[in-house]
């Protein structure tokens, strides 16, 4: 069964930076769809960075030119964050699709959320 653990979140000043990362772990686990999201207090949860088909990453306005999705070799995914602002406080989920060796083949699971706060 693949398993997703997040890790990275913290508190952070107005104008730092933080790098979340998120580890999938199984058997013959591969990676297709990353997504990041996140949800702040009180609003709905909202993409910020994923790359999809076209294997481009994709970043929401509010985050574009300041935040990076990527991943390496082993199965870790990760959101740098640089530049942060107060309104990019809340909590921070991955999502990820992929393949693996046993049956079902695919997968899609949300890690378990990490929370970053940004002071202002």
């Known amino acids: 069964q693949v398993q997703l653990v997040e890790s990275g979140g913290g508190l952070v000043q107005a104008g730092g930076s933080l790098r979340l990362s998120c580890e999938a772990s199984g058997d013959g686990v591969s990676i297709g769809v990353m997504e990041w999201y996140r949800q702040a207090p009180g609003k709905q949860r909202e993409l910020v960075a994923a790359v999809i088909a076209d294997g481009r990453p994709h970043y929401a306005g509010p985050v574009k030119g300041r935040f990076t999705i990527s991943r390496d070799n082993f199965g870790t995914v990760y959101l740098e964050m640089n530049s942060l602002k107060p309104e990019d406080t809340g909590t921070y989920y991955c999502?990820?699709?992929?393949?693996?060796?046993?049956?079902?083949?695919?997968?899609?699971?949300w890690g378990q959320g990490t929370q970053v706060t940004v002071s202002s």
């Open positions: 999502h990820l699709e992929g393949r693996q060796k046993k049956r079902p083949r695919n997968w899609a699971i």
